[in-house]
């Protein structure tokens, strides 16, 4: 089993900045892949941004493209999500996914690709 901790959201005004941060513990090989999705309200969730193991690559929605960054710290089995820019329409809950393994491309923006969740965490832009 893996359990997901996240923190950092809250409350930026537009073109403000916010880092999250998903802390995992339990079996957490190094192939893992990180994801960060996020849900707004009266809408479905959506595929923000995705990192792989072994520097092979990051991968963005195109709607964060440019303004996110994520990253992740292996030795502290930590995933991070710089979020700068921000606009009206960031505001949403977000939440860290993880799979143990290394997502091939194709799938990365696929929910059903990771086996698990944190509990999910607030980001509200507003002036």
């Known amino acids: 089993q893996v359990q997901l901790v996240e923190s950092g959201g809250g409350l930026a005004l537009p073109g403000g900045s916010l880092r999250l941060s998903c802390a995992a513990s339990?079996?957490?090989?190094?192939?893992?892949?990180m994801g960060w999705f996020r849900q707004a309200p009266g809408k479905e969730r959506e595929f923000v941004a995705a990192i792989r193991c072994c520097g092979s690559g990051t991968y963005y929605a195109d709607s964060v493209r440019g303004r996110f960054m994520i990253s992740r710290d292996n030795a502290k089995n930590t995933g991070y999500l710089q979020m700068n820019s921000l606009l009206l329409e960031d505001t949403a809950v977000y939440y860290c996914?993880?799979?143990?393994?290394?997502?091939?491309?194709?799938?990365?923006?696929?929910?059903?690709?990771?086996?698990?969740w944190g509990q999910g965490i607030q980001v509200t832009v507003s002036s």
């Open positions: 339990g079996r957490t090989p190094s192939s893992y892949t």
């Open positions: 996914a993880f799979d143990r393994t290394r997502i091939i491309h194709s799938a990365l923006r696929s929910g059903e690709s990771y086996d698990y």
